[in-house]
């Protein structure tokens, strides 16, 4: 199976961050993935900012090869919600805009993956 793409360095959840040497191994295996760790990536849909779905998914592997850019990763989905007001915060006092997207984007350019 394909390794994920992951920005570099991704946004962690306070719970995630404390086990994620653990969560990434597990989720480039794509097993032994606990029901409440959510991936947020760039919405597959090219309108939204994000999409925020269970690790679970991973499993099946038609998600995996087509799953966009992993921004974060939190335990728990209103983690994950904190991860993406978070995100929000850094764009606004970085740019003074709410672009989000195009910030992930340049962002994860610039890093050369």
Same mark, same amino acid.
């Given at each position: 199976? /394909?390794r994920? +793409?992951?920005? &570099?360095? !991704?946004?962690f959840g306070?719970?995630?961050?404390? /086990?994620?040497?653990?969560?990434?191994r597990?989720?480039?295996?794509?097993?032994g993935m606990p029901?409440?760790v $959510?991936? *947020? +990536?760039?919405?597959?849909?090219?309108?939204?900012?994000?999409? *925020?779905?269970? &690790?679970?998914?991973?499993m099946?592997? &038609?998600?995996?090869?087509?799953?966009?850019?992993?921004?974060?990763? &939190?335990?728990?989905?209103? #983690?994950?919600? #904190?991860?993406? !007001?978070?995100?929000?915060? #850094?764009?606004y006092? /970085? +740019?003074?805009?709410?672009?989000?997207?195009? $910030?992930i984007?340049?962002? $994860?350019?610039? #890093?050369?993956?």
């Amino acid at each position: 199976m /394909k390794r994920q +793409t992951w920005l &570099a360095p !991704l946004y962690f959840g306070e719970t995630a961050e404390k /086990k994620k040497d653990r969560l990434i191994r597990k989720l480039n295996r794509s097993k032994g993935m606990p029901a409440d760790v $959510y991936l *947020i +990536t760039l919405a597959a849909n090219g309108r939204d900012v994000f999409d *925020i779905l269970s &690790a679970v998914w991973l499993m099946q592997p &038609a998600v995996k090869k087509r799953l966009p850019i992993v921004v974060g990763i &939190a335990c728990g989905r209103e #983690e994950a919600m #904190e991860v993406v !007001l978070g995100i929000a915060r #850094e764009v606004y006092e /970085k +740019t003074g805009g709410a672009d989000i997207r195009r $910030y992930i984007l340049e962002r $994860y350019q610039k #890093e050369g993956l």
